[in-house]
């Protein structure tokens, strides 16, 4: 299993920024990908942006030039720093790794896993 915790959320104002954490861990063999979803009330979950072992990011059109994406393979944890927030913003931001996980008899399994999610709310 993957283990993957979230910190950085938090309530701040229109033009601030806020940077987001994600570190994994667990029976982790490698991580492809790594990135970030949210999703707002009464809305569809969305990729915010993603990042591969390869540094190449997408990100949605709603955040490009103002978030960046970045990960530390090293330490297994990605980051998202976001700028410029606008109230449309405002959402729970979930973290995601594309993995492939080790099990005790030796099988090796790629697949998505999830974090917890943490908060973020822009307003004045």
């Known amino acids: 299993q993957v283990q993957l915790v979230e910190s950085g959320g938090g309530l701040v104002q229109p033009g601030g920024s806020l940077r987001l954490s994600c570190a994994a861990s667990?029976?982790?063999?490698?991580?492809?990908?790594m990135g970030w979803y949210r999703q707002a009330p009464g809305k569809q979950r969305e990729l915010v942006a993603k990042i591969t072992s390869g540094a190449y990011a997408n990100f949605a059109d709603s955040v490009k030039g103002r978030f960046t994406i970045s990960r530390d393979n090293a330490k297994n944890t990605v980051y998202l720093q976001m700028n410029s927030l606008k109230p449309e913003d405002t959402a729970v931001y979930y973290c995601?790794?594309?993995?492939?996980?080790?099990?005790?008899?030796?099988?090796?399994?790629?697949?998505?896993?999830w974090g917890q999610g943490t908060q973020v709310t822009v307003s004045s």
């Open positions: 667990g029976s982790i063999f490698s991580i492809n990908a």
């Open positions: 995601y790794a594309d993995s492939t996980t080790t099990q005790g008899t030796g099988v090796m399994i790629r697949g998505d896993y």
